[in-house]
């Protein structure tokens, strides 16, 4: 008895797609660098003391919580707003 087909077998064969190339074309992708305000980015650089303002306050953030739960990342950015004068994250 011939096998009977099923709903999903067809006679043309299935397309492949390929994925798309990326900018250097070996399958990485290039991240592109993360931005920060024009006005912190002009005091950081020009000031090597605002960065350690931030970096002793950052470390200071993470010593309250105890060093658990938060993100360096977190810490940093609170840091920069409460040196750099902007308003503070609750």
Not at 18 to 32: F, I, L, M, P, S
Request: hydrophobic share 30%; with cysteine; net charge positive.
């Amino acid at each position: 008895m011939p096998k009977a087909t099923r709903a999903n077998d067809s006679a043309t064969p299935k397309k492949r797609v390929r994925k798309a190339k990326t900018e250097d074309g070996n399958g990485t992708q290039v991240a592109q660098p993360v931005t920060t305000s024009p006005e912190f980015a002009q005091q950081s650089q020009g000031s090597p003391v605002l960065e350690e303002r931030i970096r002793v306050r950052a470390y200071q953030l993470y010593l309250q919580r105890g060093g658990i739960g938060g993100s360096p990342e977190q810490d940093w950015l609170q840091a920069q707003k409460e040196v750099c004068g902007g308003p503070s994250i609750a």
